[in-house]
């Protein structure tokens, strides 16, 4: 840190990423992208006319997108906001709807982003820690009385609880907003969007980034009631206007036009994640059900932490935190049969290893 630094920032931990290799060498199982490539027409859509419009600014309003979206969910133009990746969704979220005297609580193993949005704003947060088996009991949230964030399924563990859950939430919280991260639904969970009709104080946040295999292209939208969305847009137009791309915009379009496509590939990385899952359970793991592109597991023959540097020196990225409650775990994105295979090879090379 320089000398110049504000000094409000001396104990902000910066979040950090997973492992993104340049080289491209690994089975890249650690960041929860899609192993497939977008649709067809996604490439042909970014050959376009788009490119020979870079020396144009992006339309601020991002029309036509939102309308497709507000479209394919049912809802009102007004009911969607864009934003770079629902990162920064997030972010503007905790600047909008949160402060000293309007706190903060998420579960305590949850999205690590959450945390790092509160200390940046400095926001006062409550972790809310899951019971056993890292389930949320919603009754630990019901009337709290603060802004809740809620990722379904959640990150890391892959769990999800039923909609009924999420409104029983929302309904004794009207004072403040519950916000639903949803970046991993289209995994066989399901969307609260049809509740955000009925209550206000409920913030969907959905990304391209997982199921529809644009995470490289930065793009993740809200839907909630036109007044949070009219806030969101505040924090927006105060921040950065033209926070979509016109290369985005053109293989969102593209993406929403080729949804079947899409998926299929859900469908099959559902089925990995079956076969994943059973072929652990006979390497002595234990894995959580997920309703996510992920599985949360462990093994009673190794540490998480040595499995991460195995597999890893095998070239096989996994995700591994060093964190007392989860320390035994890692996180496996779901990729390619071939890829779960190759996981699963150096996996049974690592146990005999090991002896
Ligand atoms: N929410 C959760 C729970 C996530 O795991 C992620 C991905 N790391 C995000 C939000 C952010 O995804 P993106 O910014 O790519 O939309």
């Known amino acids: 840190m320089s000398r110049y630094m504000s000094s409000r920032f001396d104990s902000l931990e910066a979040y950090v990423p997973g492992e993104q290799p340049q080289d491209m060498v690994y089975v890249k199982l650690n960041t929860n992208e899609s192993p497939f490539p977008p649709a067809p027409a996604v490439l042909a859509a970014l050959q376009g006319g788009e490119v020979e419009r870079l020396n144009r600014y992006p339309d601020p309003e991002g029309r036509l997108l939102r309308e497709r979206l507000a479209e394919m969910y049912g809802v009102e133009y007004e009911n969607v906001f ?60 019901c009337g709290l009385g603060k802004n809740i964030v809620i990722a379904n399924p959640n990150a890391p563990t892959g769990r999800a609880i039923p909609v009924s859950d999420i409104e029983e939430i929302v309904r004794t919280n009207l004072d403040h907003v519950v916000l639903v991260d949803e970046a991993y639904v289209d995994f066989g969970g399901k969307s609260c969007l049809p509740l955000i009709g009925k209550y206000d104080n409920l913030l969907v946040c959905q990304t391209f980034s997982k199921f529809r295999s644009l995470a490289g292209g930065r793009l993740g939208f809200a839907l909630a009631s036109r007044g949070l969305i009219e806030d969101l847009e505040k924090i927006k137009y105060s921040t950065n206007s033209y926070n979509i791309n016109r290369l985005t915009t053109a293989a969102a379009l593209a993406t929403l036009d080729s949804n079947s496509y899409y998926v299929a590939n859900s469908r099959k990385i559902q089925d990995n994640r079956t076969y994943t899952g059973e072929k652990l359970d006979a390497l002595g793991f234990e894995t959580l059900p997920s309703l996510a592109n992920f599985i949360f597991t462990r093994c009673s023959w190794m540490e ?39 996981f699963l090879d150096r996996v049974r090379e690592i146990r005999k290893e090991a002896g």
Not at 84 to 91: A, K, P, T, V
Not at 102 to 109: D, E
Not at 304 to 325: F, T
Request: proline share 5%; charged share 25%; net charge negative.
């Open 82 to 141: 864009l934003a770079n990746g629902s990162d920064e969704l997030l972010s503007f979220a905790f600047l909008a709807f949160c402060d000293r005297t309007r706190p903060v609580a998420y579960p305590n193993i949850s999205y690590g982003f959450y945390p790092v949005y509160a200390n940046l704003y400095q926001i006062p947060y409550t972790e809310i820690s899951l019971r056993e088996g890292f389930v949320l009991d919603p009754k630990d949230y």
């Open 304 to 342: 998480g932490g040595a499995l991460y540097r195995a597999l890893k020196a095998k070239g096989v990225l996994v995700r591994h935190w060093e964190r007392a409650e989860i320390r035994d775990w890692c996180r496996v994105t779901i990729g390619t049969r071939e890829e779960m295979d190759i």
